[in-house]
């Protein structure tokens, strides 16, 4: 193919932050602003992108969804088929274009000749085995035998995760773009670097000034490998975070309004789907209430817009005219204000908290838990239960959370993330 092109989504490649940090360019390509989408989540934005839609259209409404059949919460699911729609490389592929995919969301089984992801074995009595999930099925014992170290899953999220993990995707990225022989036409890969110090501390402390840096020269290092084998590159933000100082708990608040219905197992209080009439999954800094009787989403709206810190509750028509709306969303979407963010818990007692409350539990957790980038007590045994340690947060769109996007391609500039992808499904 004569069309080589390396796409690198950066989380947290906020348009004001790096303005702020007087960060105009990398490697020669200039940033400019772009919308994202609401709700601005990496698995939403990146549903968004490689379909070139809105959530209504591909159903990935966020980080996590409720499956109403079986009544159970689902984050971070990787199957490809939870993204609904023609991807913007199809057309491409059938033409003979290679295309892989290096830590996105929602890669597995995706139509794509590599893919990279994260997979560990989770032992039945406690612990993991760290392991990548390839195709080709020797691709990450290949990188691991070229950069001569294994991906660390504990660099990648939890109370140790770091820049580290940045330092080894983008060693790993200029790895496949070397190979002559198996490099894929068209590669979109991922760098997390940025997201966790932002969202410890905030993209206001000077300690993401410093992971920002991190984040450019990884960037850099990318960028050249990519020049140097004859790709064109798009660079772009999925979400900008913002300082955040205020918790807000939608499922206490539902709770107290007899909508959240608990199971209490010894001590512990556990959410009971089965009788529950409302319940929030939250995400940074949306939630999605799944109502179970039309009667009480008014109830529930109103419980909701009661809370301090919530901006907006928005319902189906709201929903839509937002292009959120999806059988997969819930009946109702919280927006927290400025400076807010929606947190979990329903319990109010520390002995109260569900036992995967104290763990990285990405999976069975009912909502998204940045506290699990901080250490608890024991410190590495547990996480933190202090949802105060939280300073960043994203999810909201508007003035001041547009993101930075660079490119050798020549794409239109006034627009927004879905029509960057547009550019580049028709530049394919």
Known sequence: MDKKLL???????????????GVRACEGLEFKPADSVLPALTCTVQGSFRTASPPSTHGMVANGLYFRDVRRTMFWEQSSDLVAGERIWTRFRRRGGRVGMMFWQQSLGERVDLVLSPAPIHKHHGGMI???????????????????KSFKLMHYWGPLASAAVGDWIAAATAAVLEDRESAPDLLLTYLPSLDYELQRVGPSHARSRVALERTMQQLAAMISAARSHDYDVLVYGDYAIADAAQAVF???????????????????????????RAFALVDHEIAHVYVRDPDD????AECLRALDGVERVLDRREQAD?????????????????GAWLAYPWWQRKREAPEYATHVDIHNKPGYDPCELFSGW????????????????????GPGRQVAWASTLALDESGDVIALARGVRDWL
């Open 297 to 300: 989403v008014q109830a529930a």
């Open 322 to 338: 937002a292009g959120l709306d999806h059988r997969a969303g819930g009946e109702l979407v919280v927006v927290a204000r400025e």
């Open 250 to 276: 939608p499922n206490r608040a539902l709770r107290a309004a007899g909508l959240l219905a608990v199971r209490q197992v010894k001590q512990m209080l556990y959410p009971d789907f089965h009788a529950s």
């Open 7 to 21: 796409i690198v989504q950066v989380a947290a490649l906020g348009w004001d932050f790096l303005h702020r940090n």
């Open 130 to 148: 760290q392991d990548c999930y390839c195709q080709p099925s020797d691709l990450y014992q290949r990188l691991r035998a070229r950069l001569g």
């Open 378 to 397: 024991p410190p590495i045994v547990t996480v933190s239960q202090d949802p105060s340690r939280v300073r960043g947060s994203h999810g909201r769109v």
